[in-house]
């Protein structure tokens, strides 16, 4: 067997003012053929698990180009075009195949291209023709189209938010195609579209039991060999956005429809109780200052920048500054020139600086003081799971007693690690602010004493219901109270 494999992503905030071209891609993740490091990346599991499965089954297995870029806004046209073409390239040099197993994200849009990935994958199925495999792992938030489905013989998504499982679904990806290259399945795919767009933390009910449940029937069922619940991207401004239900059955379409509706309609009525209650930066600073045990997790939730935003929201940090906190550490706030500057007084100056809130209306102000630069850290990298992730040329600062990295590539706060190389010590903090949704819950959820979450001031459009979509579907929930009812009175 001769299979090729590649990654390309990246999730495409359609309302972020920061737009994407190759830099970006270079910055976080650039490996071309076989050049890929032992550990994996989010969407680059199917690359590392491949090398296992083709090494023990004695197959050859031709790797192309892996590239990932931290979400943002829009992808240059010509950026993703020159990536595109890079791995179909090496994908008609690497022919005759067997099977092309693919690393994406699901949510990335380029300008020009409003799916990327049905454009990437149409391309794929005709250079490689209608016999041979196309199977793809994608971040489920992310948006399934027709056009995909028309491609893939089948896809796998990441069960867990936080996306703790990347690899688990890599080898579920894998099992599922050597099944079917040696005979023994025929992959079909199932799709409901559940006609709305949340948030689905699966740390927390009702999601957690959700999860159990469909990793249950697939345990029980040898006729089910997947099922995903692709969340969606709610600022993802195109016409296929949001919730779907996917369910890989073995040649048993009709059964994974069935099965596909009734969950879909599970989760439909469900809808709204999946996130996390979130309070405004002012309760979030009384509670974290009233508590008795540290540290206390503040969650920037909506400034986060693995949802696109910029990361240099200043709304909390003002908040601790006005209310007098010392005791506290906030990791991160995104600001290049910043960091420049800091890099440029070295280690133990003391400079006056302003940082952060440069990016959009509502991430506050920008903070003016005079700093100390404690530590400066060139590449730093803090640990996701099993992999690393960069956030660039850092400084660690303090002003008017409060620990803050100034990070150079945006990141997500994804483990107390981020503080630890940059000196500071996580537990030795009565407050520490972070931003993240959900992926930090895992790594921080061990140290934290409480976790809040805080909704501060509006870099993202968080509420489907008044975003003002021009592409999107306007027949889902929350925009429309209930699209499924005139269909379940009939049913």
């Keep these: ?66 590239t990932w870029a931290d979400p943002a806004g829009l992808v240059n046209r010509t950026t993703y075009e020159e990536l595109r073409d890079e791995i179909l390239g090496q994908l008609r040099a690497a022919m005759p195949v067997n099977a092309v197993v693919m690393g994406l994200h699901g949510a990335m849009v380029a300008a020009g291209y409003e799916d990327t990935e049905g454009d990437l994958l149409s391309r794929m199925r005709e250079i490689v023709g209608p016999d041979v495999l196309i199977c793809a792992e994608l971040d489920p938030h992310s948006h399934l189209t027709a056009k995909r489905v028309a491609a893939l013989d089948f896809a796998v998504y990441f069960k867990e938010f936080p996306h703790t499982d990347f690899v688990d679904r890599a080898e579920d990806l894998w099992r599922i195609a050597v099944d079917m290259l040696e005979g023994r399945a025929k992959p079909r795919m199932s799709v409901f579209d559940c006609r709305m767009i949340d948030v689905f933390p699966t740390s927390r009910e009702p999601m957690r039991s959700f999860v159990d449940k469909i990793m249950r029937i697939e345990k029980d069922d040898p006729e089910i060999l997947s099922i995903s619940v692709i969340h969606g991207f709610m600022v993802g401004d195109v016409p296929e956005m949001g919730t779907k239900l996917l369910v890989v059955t073995d040649n048993r379409p009709e059964k994974g429809a069935a099965l ?77 020139m910043a960091v420049q500057i800091c890099f440029a007084a070295g280690e133990g100056a003391e400079i006056p600086l302003r940082f952060g809130a440069k990016s959009a209306p509502g991430t506050g102000n920008p903070i003016d003081g005079t700093v100390k630069v404690v530590r400066l850290v ?51 903090q009565k407050i520490l602010v972070i931003k993240s949704t959900n992926h930090f819950f895992a790594s921080f959820s061990k140290i934290a004493a409480e976790i809040l979450y805080c909704s501060a001031g509006t870099p993202y459009p968080n509420n489907p219901a008044t975003t003002p979509y021009r592409r999107a579907p306007k027949t889902i929930w929350p925009i429309v109270a209930d699209p499924h009812g005139r269909e379940r009175g009939a049913a």
């Design 378 to 428: 060139r590449d730093a990298e803090m640990q996701f799971g099993e992999s690393l992730a960069p956030f660039g040329d850092a400084a660690h600062i303090v002003l008017d007693g409060i620990d803050i990295i100034l990070n150079s590539t945006r990141a997500q706060s994804f483990d107390p690690s981020l503080f630890s190389v940059m000196g500071i010590d996580p537990t030795k």
């Design 260 to 336: 596909a509706r009734d969950l879909g309609l599970e989760l439909f009525s469900k809808r709204g109780t999946f996130m996390v209650p979130q309070i405004d930066e002012k309760d979030a600073v009384s509670r974290a200052m009233a508590a008795t045990a540290w540290p206390v997790v503040i969650a920037d939730v909506w400034d986060n920048p693995g949802g696109g935003t910029a990361g240099d929201a200043t709304v909390i940090l003002a908040e601790l500054m006005a209310r007098g906190v010392t005791s506290a550490a906030i990791g991160t706030i995104w600001d290049p």
């Design 1 to 66: 067997m001769r299979i090729f494999t590649a990654a390309l992503a990246t999730e495409t905030n359609t309302f972020s003012p920061i737009c994407v071209d190759r830099r970006a891609f270079e910055a976080s993740l650039y490996a071309p053929p076989g050049q890929h490091p032992e550990t994996p990346t989010l969407c680059t599991a199917p690359i590392t698990v491949g090398r296992r499965v083709t090494r023990e089954k004695g197959w050859e297995l031709i790797e192309g180009t892996a």
